[in-house]
DNA sequence: TCTCTGACGGTTG
DNA sequence: ACAACCGCCAGAG
């Protein structure tokens, strides 16, 4: 599995309701320093979970970000997220994952052949 | 080739 | 709290 396809697969396990981090993705994919690669693998449209990942202010991503401009707002709206000033509150909706979803995860790792 | 540019973030002053 | 740097690295021009 590559870098691609991990982003892809840590997306997938952010909990409905709940928002992650570039930075925290790139943790999860055990690469701490490449943020900026998570945002551009996402960009290539890695995960349809991918509007559930915000910036370490909590701020949504860019207008161009998306094809259409306030499809992420209305989406984590949808998860049942509350959006201000594009921006969500992070102390509410960050997700912290439990033992039991870091096991998962590194399940689905090993799964893909990481 | 070379330079510039980012869906970013941690560190330092 | 704030701003200036730095690390990061694949595309675009």
Redesign the pocket.
């Given at each position: 599995m590559n870098?691609f396809g991990r982003v892809a697969l840590v997306c997938a396990a952010i909990p409905a309701g709940k928002v992650a981090?570039?930075?925290?993705i790139?943790v999860l994919c055990g690469?701490?320093?490449?943020?900026?690669?998570?945002?551009?693998?996402?960009?290539?449209?890695?995960s349809s979970a991918?509007?559930r990942?915000?910036?370490?202010?909590g701020?949504l991503?860019?207008a161009?970000?998306?094809p259409v401009p306030g499809l992420?707002r209305e989406l984590l709206q949808a998860d049942g997220i509350a959006v201000e000033g594009d921006q969500v509150d992070l102390e509410r909706y960050l997700w912290r994952p439990s033992e039991e979803e870091l096991k998962e995860l590194e399940q689905a790792f090993t799964q893909a052949g990481i």
């Open positions: 870098w981090t570039y930075g925290q790139a690469e701490p320093r490449r943020a900026r690669q998570v945002g551009r693998v996402l960009h290539q449209g890695a991918a509007f990942v915000v910036n370490r202010q701020y991503s860019g161009g970000a998306f992420q």
